[in-house]
């Protein structure tokens, strides 16, 4: 078998070995690795309309809607159960997703620099980016960070 054809097969075991120990991350694992500030971006993460920041069981999020640019806040409470987040919705400024609102998303893939998850009430799947708490700047006088 020629070199070419032994590397290319190498690098696709190394992808399905890679994506297999990401997925299978559940439970107390998954929620170690969820801990942190992602960015939520159409282009890849090179910027950012929203940010989630997960902290042991409690999530706090922010941003602008890309369509409209309005901004938004809020606060939920999760659990994880196997790889699927379920959280209820604590605070919120946007009155279409306010409090008591919950849903359950499930988590795809997840490693150091990003996640995908299928996202069932909107029906898509989302890839965000791991990026320092310190980016996590949609907070605005008008809109202060919502407490936990």
């Known amino acids: ?14 992808v399905v070995a890679t994506q297999s120990s990401s997925a299978t991350l559940q439970d107390e694992d998954l929620n170690r690795a969820l801990q942190g ?17 997960y902290v042991d069981g409690t999530s706090s999020f922010c941003g602008a809607f890309p369509e409209s640019k309005e901004p938004y806040t809020a606060a939920m409470h ?21 409090p008591g609102f919950s849903f359950c998303d499930e988590i795809l893939e997840i ?3 990003s996640v995908r ?28 960070p919502l407490p936990r």
């Open 1 to 14: 078998m020629p070199f070419v054809h032994q590397l290319l097969i190498a690098a696709a075991l190394t």
């Open 37 to 53: 500030v992602w960015c939520n971006s159409d282009d890849g993460g090179k910027t950012c309309h929203g940010y989630d920041e």
């Open 78 to 98: 999760y659990k994880i159960q196997g790889n699927r987040i379920c959280a209820v919705i604590t605070a919120s400024s946007n009155p279409i997703i306010g």
């Open 111 to 113: 490693d150091e620099h």
């Open 117 to 144: 998850s299928y996202m069932a009430w909107f029906d898509t799947v989302e890839t965000r980016f791991r990026v320092p708490k310190s980016q996590m700047t949609c907070a605005t006088p008008e809109k202060p």
